[in-house]
């Protein structure tokens, strides 16, 4: 059912990491593949954000190896990550406040490609708004926009790098139902442009909308991954949710 037969886009296998003598993440293995919309889901402090940094860059794991298009990125900095397609997108958004809208979406289409555009960053920061529904908040200020927005303008600028996997940790917490939906279904058209999206997320409504995959962590541990309904009858993950 899921295109699990490609080779995976990210690899990440026995992932260990501790912070003193605590284990945040205990030999986790994870894939995505090519295209791919896997939901990561687990009660607060189960690891997730700790994991997204191990992927991304922030974090380096005691333990434990990850692939990404079949190249060990262990020890890269988060930004040459980035140039090879691996971003994230913040649970905080932070816009750079005196920069306007589209001056915000130019900032990583300059610095973060292997080849920035030289000419017409402008114009590629634009058709990003565009393609997020801000274009006509362009020249406005982010403290101008509402929750919504700042959260469609952190996937822009998570956008002008080019991902080929988007990681979104909690894009949507705090925002209206109809809210969420918006964020839904721009996150569903990026991943129909072949992108492919790990979803962090509280709203179980919005995971079991988007995944095709659900994989849960509990106290560092992966417990369940695999069909989003089947993972939601398995009673570990009941008993993790029910206990919180
Ligand atoms: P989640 O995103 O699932 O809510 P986190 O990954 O943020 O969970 O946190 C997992 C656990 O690791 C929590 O107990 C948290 O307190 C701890 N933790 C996270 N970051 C650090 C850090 N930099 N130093 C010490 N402990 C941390
Ligand atoms: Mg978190």
Known sequence: MTPILQ???????????????????DAVDFTIAPGERVGLIGPNGSGKSTFVN??????????GTILFEGA?????????????????????????KKLSVVENVQVPL???????PVEGSERRALAIL???????????????????ELRKLELGRA?????????????????????????VELLERLNHDGIAIILIEHIMR???????????????RKIADGDPHEVMRHAEVERAYLGQ
């Open 130 to 148: 565009e393609s997020i529904g801000l274009a006509a908040k362009a020249d406005r200020s982010p403290r101008d926009l509402s929750q919504v």
């Open 7 to 25: 080779a995976p886009i990210l690899e990440a296998q026995n992932i260990t990491k501790r912070f003193g003598g605590f284990t945040a993440l």
């Open 54 to 63: 191990c992927l991304s860059g922030a974090l380096n794991p005691e333990r």
């Open 159 to 183: 956008l002008a790098a080019s991902p080929r996997l988007l990681i979104a940790d909690e894009a949507m917490a705090g925002l209206s139902d109809s809210e969420v939906d918006e964020i």
């Open 72 to 96: 060990r990125i262990n020890g890269l900095p988060a930004w040459q990550r980035a140039r090879r397609g691996l971003v994230r997108s913040f649970q905080i958004p932070r816009p750079f």
């Open 206 to 220: 919005a995971v079991m909308r988007f995944s095709q995959r659900i994989v849960v962590l509990v106290a560092g």
């Open 110 to 116: 300059r610095f973060a490609l292997a080849t920035p």
